[in-house]
Each structure stands twice: as structure tokens, then as C-alpha cells.
């Protein structure tokens, strides 16, 4: 599977700290200590890196308890606002977290914790520059909230223990609450021996994890979802857990060294000799707060459940949830994960004396139920729009959904079969609320719509709206992580994407680091998008832009209500821009004479001539 350009990693670069982290990443592999974290957390470019990141996070339009979004922010200009943040963290006290409580599938409700957004962006800053420490010390099944893994290499990863190593015991164990019950000291203790031991970044975390919540106070333990910095904290709290597990097996130390058969990673022949062993075979697949352990024999499965219980406990103290843990032979019964129930079938005929067994997943009963009322709720949108336009934003968003229940879902090998039962609810609903709507003939408008479900038969228009049958879907196998795709490493990067390319980033991080005093950081940050996003040519002329003639051009202008957005911005050629603001038949003849502009570039120039109430340049001053 092609591995997708991340934006953030464009963004590293733009603001030329990607090398700064390879090389905390590359230093936390030796096991260096870091005590110097601060200075690198408050440069200019990784506070620019910050706000850049945030500014398109849609919780960043949420308002925290002083009321402030990413609106008020972009309005700050670039080095008060890192001077501001550096000013913060000298002593840092957070502001209160606002606290929501959204719903849950099974009724009950999470509580979120909204930092306010200078918060959020501080929290950023620190985190961008925390990761690639903690990265180096994750273990490869950990695969929640990390760069370039998914649930579906955790699936993958559960897939082929089972199927190939026929690791058929599965402990289930619920941590109770564990978001709301990290334990402070025990993280930072944790922190600390995984290098990062700044001291004063230390104690600025401390006062992050107490900040005050709204209507509650401060809390002694738990760190709050909904903070930018929490998915992170949580992984270095249950990294002990992998390396635990992974002790009992996988890295226990052999008096011989085995030889792969393939690659230096390969431990087969390791594990065959350990087989012999009374060791307990077991591996750990984790997302998030969300694991399995998987294991070879019952007796090894039921020990392993009473140590880790215990090991939880002791070690980080989290208490498990009895009702929702337990061991589960998969031969038998299914194991829920991510929205999955997994289980084993037995393969050919009964008389044969060597069984095998072929892996067989479902899509959950919760998840089921929670598709058909999403799409019952989405219907009746559509069958009770206010206007046309209402109407085709339900459409579109319906689309959407089903699309995206496909991807996620499609790691199911009965997905269809799921997929058909929740289609016949579905498609019963359509017919009884939008029949007279409903018609089976119209034209796809939309390229990807048409290339994977254009064949199907149960595709329905709305007034010319394609609707996408959410009952044609098919199997794919769940892909493992490409091992050599790291977002720290130069030649991991190249698996994700190429640098940029088509850019002078002699000239690009020049721009960065010389913003225009008198302009918000949202204007500067913007020229840099501008920048690339063109190639660095000019917007009219496409003639490549030197550092002393790139001029950042507002359409609309500030006093008739234009912004600092990115679509009213404009990146031109000096001289083009003198042209574009000039009134003067001299000025015009001369930088036309300079210029000599083609017939569609004065077209160009025009429209937006026109944008600022000024008449239209006349091709007679044209040579």
C-alpha cells in the first residue's frame, strides 16, 4: 500500500527542523541523555512549526474556558507571539482546562479536557520535540497514536500471530479508566529513564498534568484527554508494559546467537531453540490503552493474566476491569479489538489427523449497531433538508461516512457479509423516507466515487447526487508497517515522500526566518505555503522569484475586510506588484515596458486590478 505524503513532515521542512530532530531521534537510539531540552522546544522555528501544526487541527477552533480560538492567535504577529511563549515558559502556570463531556457507543460519557489554544500551542511545541526521543524507545507492536502506524498494522500484526504462529489464547485485559488514572510521579520517573532529564521541562509537565479543571479543581492523577501532549505521555507510560512482555519471551537472553534466516530481524531460529524451553511463548499487540497478549498454551495464558494483573498494579498502578478481562480461546469464542471480533475456523476435512485452523473476523456488534444508527440519523438530514443546499452537504456527508466505514472495515474477511446485513436496514430506510426522491439514473460527478463504486448495480441518484451503497464492500488483507518508513531518518522519510522538490530552500528558509515584522504570524506563515504551493514563481508572471523581489499581495484588501488567509494572499514579483497597485500612465508604461507581460498575464494582472477598484491596464501600453 502506498504510503501517503503527511503534511507534517512538508511542514518540518518548511521550517528547516527536521535534521534537529533526526538528531534527537538518532541520539535517544545510542541512549543519550538529554538535559538541554528547553532551548531547542523554545526556537523560533519550532514555535512557528507549532502554530503551523495546530492552525489546521479542527480542534483548534474549539475555545478553551478564556473563550480564545485559532482566529485570535493568527492575529498575533510572529515574534510577539514566540517571545510571549518563551516569556510563559520561564514559569509556566496553564490557564484552567475546560472540561466536555462527549457520549460514548455504550451509553456513558468521556470526559475531555480542552486546554485554552496558547496552551494547546505550548503543549505543541513540547510534543514536536519529545517524540522523536520517545520514538526511538517504543516498541515496534505499540501502534497507537505514532507516526505512520495504524489499527490496521495492529491488525495485521494479530492476523499473523495467529494464523501463522497458531497462537490461539488470547488475554484480554481492560485497564479501568486509565487515562484517568496515570500516576504523576510514576510518569515523570518514566520520562526520566527514557533520557529525557530536563530538569525544568520535567517540572513544566508536572504543572501541565495539575493543571486546575474547570468546575473540579486539580486533579492528583490522570493525564486529560483531549490535550495535544496526552496521546504521548500515555505511550510512555504503557512502554514499560511492551518491554515487560516482550522480556518473557521475545528478548530473553540466549547463551547462543542465532542466525536469522532471512534478516537480521528474523528470530525464528532464537525462537524454535526457546521453544524447548519452559519459558511461556507470548507477544503483546498494543493501540493505545487497548492490547492483547497472545499465547501459544492455556496454563500459559492464565499465568500471564494473574502477572500482568499484578504487575499493573505494583509497577503503575492501574487497577483492571474484572468483568471485561479475561482469556479467551479463540477456537471457540471471538476476541474483540478495534472494532473487530476475531476468531479461528477449522480448515478441510474432520478425518484428517493434522487440524488447521484459517482466521475469521467480523465487524463488531457494537460497531454494527452504531453504523446503522449513524446512517439512520444521516438520512433523516437528507429526507428533512432545510434548503438544496443543506440537502447536498447531507449527501456528501453520508457519502463520506460510508466511504470511511468501508476502509476501516474492509480488514474484516466477513466484511461483506456484515456490510449486507447492515445494507438491508439501511437500504429498506431509503426507499421508506426518500423513495420518491430516489432514482436509479444520473451521472457519478465525483473521479473517486466513480472508480470504486461506479459498477455496482445498487447505486442510487438524488436529484443527480450519487448515493454509495453501503453494502458494496470486499476483504483486503491488513498490510504489516513498512519497516523501513521512519519519519526521523532520511532515507525513512524517502519511503513517505520525497523531499521538496522544485524549490529553493536556500530562499524558502530565508522567508522563515526573516517574517515581515509588521504582518501576523498567520501572513508569514502563509508566504511560506504560497512559496511552495507555487514552486517559487510568481503568481502572474511564473518567472522564479530571487529573495529580494518576492512581495506577498492581498487580494482583498485589509480595509475592504481582507484577511491574512491563505486564499487572499498572493505571492508576486516586486515589480508586478508596483504594476498591480499603479495609477500613474507613467509607472504603467514603464514596469510594462520591464515586464512585457503576455496577453493572458495582463488578463490576469486585471482581475485583480479590479479587486482593488482600479481601472483595467489598456494592451495599448503592451510592447
Not at 527542523?17 to 522555528?45: A, M, P, R, V, W
Not at 524447548?276 to 493505545?288: F, G, I, N
Request: glycine share 4%; aromatic share 8%.
Amino acid at each position: 500500500m502506498r504510503t501517503k505524503k503527511k503534511s507534517k513532515l512538508r511542514n518540518a521542512e518548511y521550517y528547516d527542523i527536521q535534521q534537529e530532530l533526526d538528531e534527537l531521534y538518532k541520539k535517544s537510539k545510542k541512549n543519550c541523555k538529554f538535559t538541554d531540552l528547553l532551548s531547542i522546544i523554545t526556537s523560533e522555528e519550532n514555535i512557528k512549526l507549532a502554530y503551523r501544526n495546530i492552525k489546521k487541527n479542527h480542534g483548534s477552533k474549539t475555545a478553551g474556558t478564556d473563550g480564545k480560538t485559532i482566529q485570535d492567535l493568527e492575529k498575533w504577529q510572529t515574534e510577539t507571539l514566540i517571545n510571549h511563549i518563551r516569556k510563559k515558559l520561564e514559569y509556566y502556570k496553564p490557564q484552567a482546562i475546560r472540561r466536555v463531556e462527549i457520549p460514548k457507543p455504550n451509553g456513558k460519557k468521556r470526559p475531555l479536557g480542552i486546554p485554552t489554544i496558547m496552551d494547546r500551542l505550548i503543549q505543541q511545541c513540547i510534543y514536536q520535540i519529545l517524540e522523536p526521543i520517545a520514538e526511538a524507545k517504543f516498541h515496534e507492536r505499540s501502534n497507537g497514536f505514532r507516526p505512520n502506524r495504524s489499527t490496521e498494522h495492529a491488525i495485521a500484526q494479530v492476523y499473523k500471530m495467529v494464523q501463522t504462529q497458531q497462537l490461539y489464547y488470547i488475554v484480554d485485559i481492560d485497564i479501568k479508566a486509565f487515562f484517568d488514572n496515570v500516576q504523576h510521579g510514576k510518569l515523570l520517573k518514566q520520562m526520566w529513564q527514557i533520557g529525557i532529564q530536563d530538569k525544568k521541562l520535567l517540572k513544566i509537565i508536572s504543572v501541565m498534568l495539575k493543571a486546575e479543571v474547570a468546575g473540579i479543581g486539580f486533579p492528583e492523577k490522570g493525564t486529560p484527554q483531549g490535550g495535544i501532549i496526552s496521546p504521548l505521555l500515555s505511550n510512555i507510560v504503557l512502554n514499560e508494559l511492551d518491554w515487560w512482555i516482550a522480556s518473557q519471551w521475545e528478548t530473553m537472553p540466549t547463551k547462543h546467537e542465532y542466525q536469522g534466516r532471512k534478516t537480521r530481524t528474523d528470530n525464528s531460529s532464537k525462537y524454535r531453540a526457546l521453544r524447548s524451553s519452559k519459558l511461556k511463548e507470548c507477544y503483546l499487540v498494543r493501540y493505545a490503552d487497548d492490547f492483547k497478549i497472545l499465547c501459544k498454551h492455556h496454563n500459559d495464558a492464565k499465568r500471564l493474566f494473574i502477572a500482568t494483573q499484578k504487575w499493573l498494579r505494583e509497577r503503575l498502578g492501574l487497577e483492571i476491569n474484572t468483568e471485561k478481562s479475561n482469556i479467551i480461546d479463540l477456537r471457540k469464542n471471538y476476541s474483540e479489538f478495534l472494532g473487530f471480533k476475531i476468531k479461528v475456523h477449522r480448515k478441510g476435512k474432520r478425518h484428517e489427523q493434522k487440524v488447521k485452523y484459517t482466521i475469521h473476523s467480523r465487524v463488531s456488534d457494537k460497531a454494527i449497531k452504531r453504523i446503522k444508527d449513524t446512517t439512520s440519523r444521516i438520512i433523516k438530514r437528507i429526507e428533512f433538508p432545510k434548503d438544496e443546499k443543506k440537502e447536498v452537504y447531507a449527501i456528501d456527508f453520508y457519502n463520506s461516512f460510508v466511504m470511511g466505514v468501508h476502509n476501516y472495515y474492509c480488514l474484516a474477511t466477513c466484511v461483506n457479509k456484515d456490510f449486507d446485513k447492515i445494507a438491508f436496514h439501511v437500504r429498506k430506510r431509503l426507499r421508506n423516507r426518500l423513495k420518491s426522491r430516489l432514482s436509479r439514473k444520473g451521472v457519478i460527478q465525483y473521479k473517486y466515487i466513480e472508480e470504486k463504486y461506479g459498477k455496482s448495480k445498487e447505486i442510487r441518484f438524488i436529484h443527480g447526487k450519487a448515493i454509495i451503497p453501503l453494502g458494496y464492500v470486499q476483504h483486503q488483507n491488513p498490510m504489516w508497517k513498512n519497516g523501513k518508513v521512519n519519519k526521523y531518518t532520511p532515507e525513512g522519510r524517502k519511503e513517505i515522500h520525497n523531499q521538496l522538490q522544485k524549490v529553493n530552500l536556500n530562499i524558502l528558509h530565508y522567508l522563515m526566518r526573516n517574517p515581515n515584522e509588521n504582518q501576523s504570524v498567520e501572513y508569514n506563515d502563509n508566504r511560506l505555503s504560497l512559496y511552495c504551493a507555487m514552486q517559487g514563481k510568481c503568481a502572474i508572471t511564473k518567472t522564479i522569484l530571487e529573495k529580494d523581489n518576492i512581495h506577498c499581495h492581498h487580494i482583498i484588501p485589509r480595509k475592504d475586510g481582507g484577511g491574512d488567509n491563505y486564499q487572499n494572499l498572493l505571492l508576486i514579483d516586486k515589480r508586478v506588484h508596483i504594476l498591480l497597485h499603479a495609477a500613474k500612465a507613467e509607472t504603467i508604461e514603464k514596469y510594462l515596458g520591464i515586464l512585457n507581460l503576455s496577453k493572458a498575464q495582463l488578463n490576469k494582472l486585471n482581475t485583480y486590478r479590479a479587486m482593488l477598484n482600479l481601472s483595467a491596464i489598456e494592451t495599448k501600453f503592451s510592447l
